[in-house]
C-alpha cells in the first residue's frame, strides 16, 4: 500500500514511439520502468498548477524529456514558493542525472546552469 501523498507509475516496457517534436538518440537516458511520483493534497495547489504538474509528469513518464523539462522549469520560475517547484527542481536535478549518467555531459550542464 503507498501512502496517500505518494504514486507509483508504471512505464510500458516496449519500445516507445518516436513522438514528432522529439528523436531518439543513441546515448538518450534510459526511461525508468517505475517512477514514483509524491503528490500534495489536492487543495494545496491551485488546480491550474496542480494539472499543470501532472501534465509535465505525464511528459517525463513517457519520455518525452524535453517537454517535460520545460514545464518544470516554467513551473519553478512562475511559482517559485510553492511546493510543486520544489517538486519540479527535484525532477529537473534528476533528468541531469540521468544525462550525465548516459554520458551527455552537455544536457546535463545546460539543466544545472539553469537551475542555479
Avoid: W
Amino acid at each position: 500500500m503507498t501512502p496517500e501523498n505518494v504514486s507509483t507509475i508504471e512505464t510500458p516496457t516496449e519500445t516507445p514511439t518516436e513522438t514528432p517534436t522529439e528523436t531518439p538518440r543513441e546515448n538518450a537516458p534510459a526511461r525508468p520502468r517505475t517512477v514514483v511520483l509524491s503528490q500534495p493534497a489536492a487543495e494545496t495547489a491551485p488546480p491550474a498548477l496542480a494539472r499543470l504538474m501532472k501534465v509535465a509528469d505525464g511528459y517525463y513518464v513517457s519520455g518525452a524529456i524535453r517537454q517535460a523539462t520545460e514545464l518544470y522549469f516554467q513551473i519553478l520560475e512562475k511559482h517559485a514558493d510553492t511546493p510543486q517547484a520544489a517538486r519540479a527542481r527535484e525532477r529537473l536535478m534528476a533528468i541531469a542525472e540521468r544525462y550525465e549518467k548516459a554520458n551527455e555531459r552537455r544536457q546535463a550542464r545546460s539543466l544545472y546552469e539553469r537551475l542555479l
